[in-house]
């Protein structure tokens, strides 16, 4: 087999690459950039390594890949860094695994040098098990300065902001939980690529898990006022002690404050997602559409109003199970029902994001506005509501006003906290939704409803302009000039939109 690995290209009009590979005793093998870039620029194009068919046996996906290579491949993917230990818990699985493979394909390869490529391909994969020969060796940082685009032959990468010449080229492996704190961003770093993160941001004072000051702001019935959890005046922060007054925050209150971040983190990361394996990720800019959660009846609902609600309660921190009661022959859990049976074994189907909404009223209340367990359940809300407003929109309809104004309002609050946490935090985390909410006030029609539409094209602009899909950046342009779906000159929506 002929090696089609060897063509990494870059669009710089200089006759030399702008990036340079080098061995440094504090990062190891990375690359660096060779000249200063401007922001969204095209640092190089890669290709991909041989990846079959995904299955749920990761270790024989990857045994399948790398045999599927040629000498010169292999050669090129040995020559990638390896940081999982030899005494890891995973060893046994990778060389046990690597085993069968063996066995069941009858393959010619060594079971030495097929668990070396597993370890090797186990630190340095993307998103579908993606391995590419020189993308795979930038490193991770929590203030990345590029971003990873999949592409149909491979992947690019791009700055994200402007760089100078001798900056190591960085990128996130952490996808969207780039913007939580610092012991969850390391905790997951090392669970899943083996390393800890010594960039910047994780050697200053975390910024994302503040919580407003007890003593500042009292609570009233366990939780925050509404002029509080709204921020509709100042209000007193800090993460061990208030940045105002010095008041040390309690340990019953740092605990809850743990629990609560805990109970968020799993519901955020585990919907969807595959439990052996989490590959580097790139973008972040869309989630996926809400699906559902299948939850155990027990006694933990409590029922409001003549409606099933999430207690507050030992069962928001259980993970594995959310148990209800109910009274009457059936079962309602979102739009879903159930025949009642013995209390503690009917399953119910209750709706992914009814779980997440229950879930960031918790932490609106107890954590605050700019914690982001907060802001991070909201953006999950303000993204089921946009795959709603997508649809309605599609139809030639117009957007629920009392539902776009309040999805404004969150995405607005999300959008402050992606830019406190880094320069363009506010795009990359919800470049889609601004966009979405943009053409959803453009089909209103009225003049003070367009011109806000452009005002939110204009921030997801800020990342479309040179990260963003040629559609995106089409619908965006059309938005910014105010004018409207639907007509003459303007863009309908597309059902392809990705948010």
């Known amino acids: 087999m002929s090696s089609s690995l060897c063509h990494t290209s870059t669009s710089s009009s200089s006759s030399s690459p702008p990036y340079v590979q080098k061995t440094t005793p504090k990062s190891g093998e990375s690359l660096f950039y060779t000249f200063p870039l401007s922001a969204h620029t095209e640092i190089l194009s890669d290709s991909t390594f041989p990846t079959p068919s995904i299955t749920s046996d990761w270790v024989y996906d990857y045994c399948a890949s790398y045999e599927e290579c040629d000498e010169d491949e292999q050669s090129l993917w040995n020559d990638l860094c390896m940081s999982i230990p030899d005494s890891h818990s995973l060893i046994p699985l990778i060389t046990s695994g690597c085993s069968n493979y063996i066995t069941k394909t009858s393959s010619y390869l060594e079971l030495e040098e097929l668990v070396t490529a597993v370890k090797i391909a186990r630190c340095n994969s993307f998103s579908d098990r993606n391995i590419h020969p020189v993308v795979s060796r930038v490193n991770h940082s929590c203030l990345p300065n590029a971003i990873y685009l999949p592409t149909t032959m491979g992947c690019k990468l791009k700055t994200l ?82 940045e105002k007054c010095g008041e040390v925050f309690g340990k019953e209150s740092l605990e809850l404050r ?153 995405l607005g609050r999300v959008w402050n906290f992606g830019e406190g946490v880094m320069e363009g935090g506010g795009g990359l985390l919800c470049y889609g939704q601004c966009l979405t909410v943009a053409r959803g006030l453009s089909v209103m029609g009225d003049e003070k409803s367009v011109h806000f539409g452009k005002v939110w094209a204009e921030r997801a602009w800020g990342f479309l302009e040179g990260l963003g899909e040629e559609g995106e950046r089409k619908v965006c342009m059309k938005l910014m000039e105010g004018k409207v779906e639907g007509e003459e000159g303007g863009e309908k929506p597309s059902k392809k939109m990705k948010i």
Do not use: W
């Open 161 to 242: 902001r402007e760089v100078e010449a001798g900056e190591e080229i960085t990128i996130s492996y952490l996808g969207i939980n780039v913007f939580t704190s610092n012991g969850v961003r390391n905790s997951r770093l090392l669970e899943e690529k083996f390393f800890t993160c010594m960039c910047r941001r994780c050697s200053t004072p975390p910024i994302e898990n503040r919580i407003p000051c007890e003593k500042c702001h009292p609570r009233e019935g366990g939780g925050l006022t509404e002029e509080v959890e709204f921020e509709e005046g100042e209000v007193c922060y800090g993460v061990v002690m208030c």
């Open 258 to 410: 743990r629990k609560i971040e805990e109970r968020a983190g799993k519901a955020l990361n585990d919907e969807g997602e595959e439990t052996s394996h989490r590959a580097k990720q790139g973008c972040v800019g869309g989630l996926k559409e809400p699906t559902s959660l299948r939850l155990v009846v027990g006694t933990e609902l409590k029922r409001i109003n003549g409606g099933l609600t999430l207690a507050f309660s030992q069962s928001f921190f259980d993970h594995s199970a959310i148990s209800v009661t109910a009274s009457n022959s059936y079962v309602t859990a979102g739009n879903s029902y159930a025949p009642k049976t013995p209390l503690g074994s009917t399953i119910v189907t209750i709706r992914y994001i009814d779980v997440i909404r229950e879930i960031h009223e918790v932490c609106s209340q107890i954590l605050g506005p700019r914690h982001y367990s907060t802001a991070l359940t909201s953006l999950t809300i303000v993204d089921s509501m946009c795959h709603d407003f997508n649809r309605v929109m599609i139809l030639g309809e117009k957007c629920d006003d009392l539902e776009l104004a309040e999805c404004i309002d969150s």
